[in-house]
């Protein structure tokens, strides 16, 4: 999984994902920011399911939802599960790599410990 984290010239924590991955950068981005309490329980639940004491994990937030389980880590934004947003269009194929993206649990907690590093220094 190949990605760019960083701060922009106000400051601000951003992350860019190779496409297919672009959920990813703002799950960080928009739900995670610089919030590091969140950040270790989502690093303890990572844990937690490499040491086999959890199944899985599952953490709502207002755009994306974020689920683990031993072998993937998944983020959905909220807004594909809302039936008022369906569109009857046949031949259309909508891009929705920002809104839904997949991972290795493994790859997911690089990502983690490198946000981690960023958002302490």
């Not at 329980?41 to 599952?58: N, Y």
């Amino acid at each position: 999984m190949d990605y760019t984290l960083g701060r922009d010239e106000l400051g601000r924590c951003f992350a860019e994902f190779s496409m297919g991955q672009e959920a990813f950068g703002r799950w960080l981005a928009e739900e995670l920011g610089e919030n590091a309490t969140l950040l270790n329980q989502v690093l303890d639940a990572v844990g937690g399911l490499q040491a086999r004491r959890l199944r899985e994990f599952r953490l709502e937030g207002r755009e994306f939802c974020l689920e683990l389980d031993r072998e993937e880590a998944r983020v959905r934004a909220n807004s594909l599960d809302d039936d008022t947003l369906a569109f009857d269009f046949e031949d259309l194929d909508f891009y929705d790599d920002e809104l839904e993206a997949g991972c290795g649990l493994d790859d997911f907690r690089d990502v983690l410990l490198a946000w981690r590093e960023l958002i302490a220094g």
